[in-house]
């Protein structure tokens, strides 16, 4: 799927814990969009990273939810204190350069991680 | 405003019949990009295509076609002789150049084969 690598593929929580979702670019991309997909809605956007920096978090939820994208390693989508609300699918998709689907850049998205709270 | 609209929630068809599904779109950019996006029951996104604003030629792609008319702000993506496989969701997603950095997503098209 293009390179974007997302763990795990689904993660089962219990109320009050937190979930830690991963993130792999495309190798050689320096830029992170987090999306979250509610049950039988579109995709929404959360927050667009570049590394060591946030850009744009203007989807995120004020609380609970936060994003970090290393110098080394995976971005990581943080979740603290899950309630049943965050039960979603959690979508990841990487540029090369600023701005999601911008001029020639091809636009994939890594398989998605559901995360699912009991 | 909502910049991507999708109004059919859900279509059915016989198998091998036509289905076209609509998408909308506003902006104020003059350059922007469209893209349809097939979401099948096991969850992945599959990138369908791209298309960027200065390009109104309509597309086709096997049993696949889109139809680009900005003079209407439309995108609509035709599925000739469906199969079904084709059974999925189906999204419309556009890019601004100058405006914000991700990409609007519509709410999606559900699209069911019927066998």
């Known amino acids: 799927n293009a390179g974007v690598m997302q763990n795990p593929r689904h993660l089962v929580r219990r109320r009050g814990q937190e979930a830690r979702l991963r993130c792999s670019p495309v190798?050689?991309?320096?830029?992170v969009y987090w999306y979250r997909q509610l049950p039988e809605e579109g995709l929404k956007f959360m927050v667009y990273?570049?590394?060591?920096?946030?850009?744009?978090e203007s989807g995120m939820p004020k609380e609970r939810f936060s994003a970090e994208f290393p110098k080394e390693g995976p971005s990581i989508l943080r979740i603290q204190q899950v309630v049943r609300g965050d039960s979603a699918a959690y979508f990841c998709?990487?540029?090369?350069?600023?701005?999601?689907?911008?001029?020639?850049?091809?636009?994939?998205f890594g398989d998605g991680t559901r995360l699912s709270i009991l | 405003a909502q910049k991507v609209t999708q109004a059919q929630t859900e279509i059915s068809v016989v198998e091998k019949e036509d289905v076209t599904l609509d998408c909308v779109y506003e902006?104020?950019?003059?350059?922007?990009?469209l893209f349809w996006y097939k979401q099948p029951p096991s969850g992945e996104l599959v990138f369908l295509i791209r298309?960027?604003?200065?390009?109104?030629q309509n597309e086709i792609s096997g049993r696949y076609s889109w139809n680009f008319q900005k003079s209407t702000s439309s995108f609509n993506f035709t599925i000739t002789a469906s199969q079904v496989v084709d059974s999925a969701v189906y999204f419309c997603a556009l890019s601004e150049e100058t405006g914000a950095n991700n990409l609007f997503f519509g709410t999606g098209t559900r699209l069911t084969v019927i066998p």
């Open positions: 902006t104020r950019d003059t350059t922007y990009y």
């Open positions: 990273l570049q590394k060591e920096n946030i850009i744009d």
């Open positions: 190798k050689g991309h320096s830029h």
């Open positions: 298309r960027n604003s200065f390009d109104e």
């Open positions: 998709a990487s540029s090369k350069t600023g701005g999601l689907g911008r001029r020639n850049q091809p636009q994939h």
